[in-house]
């Protein structure tokens, strides 16, 4: 895992300075006389695609689960894409992000289990560095995820014969599946570098999402279980954002 995170950070600087030879300050200084200030009218908008891993335990669906030897416990972290916009005013920034994210873990044919899930959010954050080239803002939003939950089991004993001519042995080898959704918060820090000509940023997002109560788990069809197991959002995450600037702070100048 911390060789992924170092290949995306990899991928994220090489993006950004490939975009322009320029990209980065000549200064040793974050901010530098070569690094004017902020005006009145640095503003922008940025269309984003992202790519991370987030981590999330479910601790009350595998701790229930622990007593089904046909199943195995979920996988604590996923992997995940991202969609969105950012716009800085004034150096109040906002932000609205669609992300989705699996586990990869699921096999048909062996006992395992995946997860995925799409949520949205919005967040507003402040940048409090005073420079063109490097954006660093903390962050607090709000928004929505939903989970599913797939556990597949291992078959190969079962025979074909028997499963062609019963009914209740079709329904016993299918994969059970559980879903949740949580409404909550996040928050978290993104710093990024734009190259010198202002029209692409390379950003590393970092952040914690929160559910605002515990949720029982669901059958696949959203029905109602009774005495079902409850869990909460606590998903920690990292990604690299790239995004192209759109705006009258298209140039700098």
Do not use: C
Not at 137 to 148: A, F, N, T, V
Not at 203 to 213: P, Q
Not at 222 to 233: E, I, R, S, V
């Amino acid at each position: 895992m911390k060789k992924l995170i170092f290949s995306l950070l990899a991928f994220g600087a090489t993006y950004a300075y490939g975009q322009d030879n320029t990209f980065l300050p000549t200064s040793t200084a974050i901010v530098s006389q070569q690094d004017p200030p902020k005006k009145q009218g640095d503003d922008w908008m940025m269309f984003t695609r992202g790519i991370g891993v987030s981590f999330q335990n479910f601790d009350g669906l595998n701790d229930r689960l622990k007593g089904f030897s046909q199943y195995k416990e979920l996988r604590d972290h996923a992997f995940t894409l991202s969609l969105g916009t950012l716009n800085q005013y004034k150096n109040f920034i906002s932000g609205f992000e669609v992300t989705g994210g699996s586990s990869m873990s699921g096999h048909r044919d062996k006992k395992s289990s995946t997860t995925r899930f799409l949520g949205a959010a919005v967040d507003f954050g402040y940048d409090v560095i005073p420079s063109k080239k490097i954006v660093l803002y903390p962050y607090l939003g709000i928004g929505g995820e939903s989970y599913w939950a797939k556990f597949f089991k291992d078959n190969s004993g079962v025979d074909f014969d028997d499963v062609a001519g019963s009914p209740a042995i079709q329904n016993a080898i299918r994969p059970v599946s559980f879903n949740n959704g949580w409404f909550g918060w996040r928050g978290g820090i993104g710093v990024g570098i734009r190259n010198s000509s202002g029209n692409s940023l390379a950003m590393l997002k970092a952040g914690y999402t929160g559910s605002f109560k515990d949720r029982a788990w669901k059958s696949s069809d959203n029905q109602t279980l009774n005495g079902a197991p409850k869990d909460g959002l606590n998903r920690w995450f990292v990604s690299i954002v790239l995004g192209d600037l759109k705006g009258k702070a298209n140039k700098m100048k």
